[in-house]
Every structure is written in C-alpha cells, then in structure tokens.
C-alpha cells in the first residue's frame, strides 16, 4: 500500500514548497483542497493538476467544499438543484483533469440526522453523474456515521464509496472502525490521523488514542491502493515543515502501510 497526504498540513507555505517537501518526505501521491488559494500565494486551482503531476506525485483526489451542502436535504427543489450543479461541475473538473475521485461531506453543522429521501435522492443524481463520467465519489463520515452508512446503504454502486476518517471515528457517539469494518468493500480512500478521543486534532497517527492496530488490520483487508493523512498538527510542537513531514511518513509506514 502506498503512502499519500492531504496537501494542506497546518503549515503555511505556497502550494509548490507544500508538495515539494510531500515528495522529499517519501509520499507518492496528495490529495487537494479544491478552491483557487488566495495566501501566500495566489494559485487557480485548475493550474493545481500540473503541479502535482510535476512532482511526480500521484493526484489522488480533489476535497470539494461543503458550505451548502445541506441544501443536498433542503424541501426546496429550487434550493437542492442549485447545489447538486455546483457538485456536478466539480464531477466535470475531476473529469477533465483525470482525477479518479472526488470526497465530499453528507452534512455541515446543524444538518439532517436521518436520511430524508430529499437528499437521497440529490446523492443518486450524484452518483449517476459520477459514473457517466467515470468519476467516483467518495463521502466521508464526518459526524453523521448513521447517515454514511444509510447512503452507502441505499445507493449500491462501484462508483459511490466511502471515505474514511480515522479522528472523526474516534470521537463520542462515533463508530471507533466499525464504520470501516462494514464498508471495507466499498472503500475509495481515507483521511488518517489521530486524537486524543476529546477534540477532532487530525495528529500525526501514534500521537493519541485511535487503535492503529485495529484500523490496519482492516485496511489490510481492502483494495486500497494509497493510503492517505489529512493532518494539521502532532502532539509535540514542530516548527519545522519537513521534520512535521518525516515523521508522518515513518508513523504511517509504522503503524499502516508498512508490512
């Protein structure tokens, strides 16, 4: 299994030092924010593509933002067309730029607790979409679990799958792996990191207290290709991005992908 990062990891850097030291520290693939950056630098994000790719990484998938997302749900028609076209287009950019998948939250805060048939329903044209362009679509449990599980349920379909983040398991009321446990098969890429069971910290993985031991023997289990962090910090102060870097690498060769 191979080792990707999420391209934002809580230091503020340009986009091109960011995937430089990604490369330097060992990861073979990144994933991306998906909205132009304003600061430090101003950079399309239709220009991101070719960076990563002349770094030799792997594009692995775009994070889209999630704003309005529970408009997905909205009684509205007017309201929930409006947003499933803005998803759409992403879908069309993940097309053109040959980016495999694309990850999106189900909700924000303060959105639906059961799967109303509304924002089934806008998550079965997304997934129809998806798979006319060849794009798959990973949803990523965020704090709806249930509501994860009720779609991955509902829509059946190699091209809407889950992705899996490790910190927000580990909070209250939240599954701790067995969310990865029933959905392995359907398993399109993840967000690793760990806390301390308080906070959602996203620390380098050995920092707190999700049970690596548990989650590798799971991921083991699948198809996944890249294995993937999305970090913004570690338990110790670092103040260097590239020592930050390394010792992510080592931790996911430790205790994920490594034999």
Aim: charged share 30%.
């Amino acid at each position: 299994m191979k080792n990707s990062i999420f391209s934002w990891y809580g230091f503020v850097q340009p986009l091109k030092e960011r995937l430089e030291s990604i490369r330097r520290a060992g990861f073979d693939g990144v994933s991306l924010w998906w909205e132009d950056e304003t600061y430090p630098k101003i950079i399309k994000k239709e220009k991101m593509p070719q960076m990563v790719r002349s770094e030799g990484l792997y594009f692995e998938n775009i994070h889209t933002p999630y704003q309005d997302v529970n408009d997905l749900w909205s009684e509205e028609k007017t309201v929930r067309n409006k947003t499933i076209a803005r998803y759409m287009g992403y879908l069309d950019q993940c097309s053109q730029f040959k980016i495999p998948v694309m990850v999106m939250h189900v909700t924000d805060v303060d959105g639906p607790k059961e799967l109303l048939s509304q924002g089934l329903d806008s998550f079965m044209q997304l997934r129809e979409y998806g798979t006319k362009l060849g794009v798959r679509i990973a949803v990523e449990n965020t704090r709806d679990a249930d509501l994860v599980d009720g779609l991955l349920t509902q829509l059946q379909s190699d091209h809407f799958g889950l992705c899996y983040d490790s910190s927000h398991d580990w909070l209250a009321g939240q599954t701790k792996g067995m969310l990865l446990e029933n959905w392995s098969h359907r398993l399109f890429t993840t967000h690793l990191s760990d806390n301390d069971m308080e906070k959602d910290r996203h620390w380098i993985p050995g920092d707190g207290e999700v049970d690596w031991d548990k989650l590798k023997i799971l991921l083991k289990k699948t198809d996944l290709e890249y294995a993937s962090m999305e970090l913004v910090g570690s338990i110790k102060s670092m103040e260097d991005p590239d020592e930050f870097l390394k010792k992510a690498y080592e931790q996911m060769r430790k205790l994920v992908t490594g034999q």
